[in-house]
């Protein structure tokens, strides 16, 4: 079994910065695409940013250009950058991970952590 555990959550501004992070714990050695999904209150989930294990990257179009997700592959950790954060950022950040090459639709995906809380306000 695989563990996620998220941390950086947060209280910032409109236009402040954050970086969330995750680490893998248990049978690690299965990971491959890691990322993070976010839910807003009322709004269904939505994958914000993924990161294959060679290093490519794909980001929702609401967060391109600020935000930036990166990982260190020998550890098994991700990292989300977030800048220029706007109120409607605010959501609970999930980090996923799964066992194959890119991440599979959100259902399928087997590894989840429990998620932080991100809060964009003035």
């Known amino acids: 079994q695989v563990q996620l555990v998220e941390s950086g959550g947060g209280l910032v501004q409109p236009g402040g910065s954050l970086r969330l992070s995750c680490a893998a714990s248990g049978s690690s050695f299965r990971i491959s695409a890691m990322g993070w999904y976010r839910q807003a209150p009322g709004k269904q989930r939505e994958l914000v940013a993924a990161?294959?294990?060679?290093?490519?990257?794909n980001y929702a179009d609401s967060v391109k250009g600020r935000f930036a997700v990166s990982r260190d592959p020998g550890k098994n950790t991700v990292r989300l950058q977030m800048n220029s954060l706007k109120p409607e950022d605010t959501a609970v950040y999930f980090c996923?991970?799964?066992?194959?090459?890119?991440?599979?639709?959100?259902?399928?995906?087997?590894?989840w952590g429990q998620g932080t809380q991100v809060t964009v306000s003035s």
């Open positions: 996923v991970a799964d066992t194959i090459y890119n991440l599979r639709s959100e259902r399928d995906i087997p590894y």
């Open positions: 990161v294959t294990k060679g290093g490519n990257t």
